[in-house]
């Protein structure tokens, strides 16, 4: 089945700093790439996804790129706030697959004023 | 306002009992989601359901179960059977073809 790593574990930036957050896939039959920011105590939400056919997707200050040769994707957050700071986690969807996400494991951002 | 609701937010077991945690969804989605998340492991699939009256296991179904007779409506029953029942259990829904999952705000399952 899919695999997929997220790294780091935990990541402390600078207010206005730039962050980013690195998955691999193993299955290159993966076409489907979402992110989530979960808060404490909340479920995931959807912050951004891109699909296979899409090299880069970038909404305001956040953005994701897709290399599907290296079969990895990250997650861009530029001039970081206070209010970013949450877990962030990266998920795969296999194509035929049901609907199912595998995700990985986690990143704890922090951003310090 | 359309979205996914999961109750209780906070639940207890006695050893040896079972407990259903509730899931209710009016977005009109087919698909349902069962996770559980544990610190530092992410989201693991319980089970799930791409229309009523069907569901499948997913990576961690032991000690589990669930019904699906009503498209808004996903209950999970955590059986005396689950060893290690103590976690954050989160409730998810889609439509199919490679469409965001929308998440409830979970309930924390704890051992007396």
């Known amino acids: 089945g899919e695999n997929v790593e997220q790294h780091p574990s935990t990541l402390s930036v600078q207010e206005g700093d730039s962050a980013v957050i690195k998955c691999t896939y193993s299955d290159s039959a993966s076409n489907y790439f979402p992110w989530y920011k979960q808060e404490l105590g909340k479920g995931p939400q959807l912050i951004i996804d891109?699909?296979?056919?899409?090299g880069e997707k970038k909404d305001q200050r956040i953005a994701v790129t897709l290399n599907k040769t290296a079969k990895h994707f990250s997650l861009h957050i530029t001039e970081t706030q206070p209010e970013d700071s949450a877990v962030y986690f990266c998920a795969a969807e296999v194509t035929g697959g049901g609907n199912k996400l595998t995700f990985g494991t986690g990143t704890q951002l922090k951003v310090e004023l | 306002d359309g979205g996914i609701t999961q109750s209780p937010k906070y639940l207890f077991r006695k050893e040896g009992q079972n407990v259903t945690l509730s899931c209710e969804q009016n977005l009109n989605h087919d698909a349902m989601y069962w996770y559980r998340q544990d610190p530092g492991q992410g989201l693991r699939l319980i089970y799930y359901s791409q229309i009523v009256n069907d569901f499948q296991k997913g990576d961690i179904a032991e000690g589990y179960s669930v019904s699906r007779e009503k498209k808004e409506s996903f209950p999970l029953t955590v059986t005396s059977a689950q060893k290690n029942p103590t976690a954050f259990y989160l409730c998810a829904s889609s439509m199919p073809g490679n469409q965001p999952q929308h998440f409830g705000d979970g309930t924390r399952l704890s051992i007396l």
């Open positions: 891109i699909r296979s056919n899409v």
